[in-house]
């Protein structure tokens, strides 16, 4: 299948060809999460401990509502085929994946964190009970300065 591996740190994309997760594992080595779908179906992976380490690299899409920036590189593959059981190729050209794409520094990217640190960024929710706060931005601003969990 083809896909794109987006190197933060570089601020490049790249043409790869994949076979399954465990190949997207070598651009998001701490685990794939869903950082986006696009419209078209293309998915945006990105590494799952991105929050969880002290910041390098940061990018955020453009379009993402809330903006939330990414803290690691990044990988595009496409969406489920209709079988369920495999993934089609990413349908975006590099030049179109470039323009959905914003580059930050890290410090450009703490300041959203920053700027959000009081509110709820990991919630849990059971039956008809309001949503409880797990966790606030603050949380991951702090690790991401070069801090500790909690």
């Known amino acids: 299948m083809k896909g794109y ?3 933060a740190g570089a601020r ?3 043409p790869v060809e994949y076979q399954d ?3 997207m594992l070598e651009y998001c080595p701490g685990g794939i999460c869903v ?3 696009f419209k078209n179906g293309d998915v945006l992976y990105v590494d799952e401990t991105g929050l969880l380490r002290p910041a390098t690299v940061a990018f955020r899409i453009k379009k ?3 903006g939330q920036p990414m803290m690691s590189n990044g990988f595009l593959g496409g969406p489920d085929a209709p079988d369920g059981e495999s993934t089609l190729d990413a349908g975006m050209t590099v030049a179109e994946l470039e323009n959905e794409i914003e580059w930050l520094t890290v410090q450009q990217a703490l300041g959203w964190f920053r700027a ?3 509110k709820g960024a990991q919630f849990i929710k059971s039956g008809d009970e309001p949503a409880q706060v ?3 931005w603050a949380t991951y601003l702090k690790i991401l300065e070069g801090g500790m969990w909690r």
């Open 35 to 37: 950082g986006h779908i």
């Open 5 to 7: 591996a987006i190197d």
């Open 64 to 66: 993402r509502v809330d």
């Open 21 to 23: 997760f465990t190949t």
């Open 116 to 118: 959000r640190a009081h």
């Open 134 to 136: 797990l966790n606030t």
């Open 12 to 14: 490049t994309i790249k």
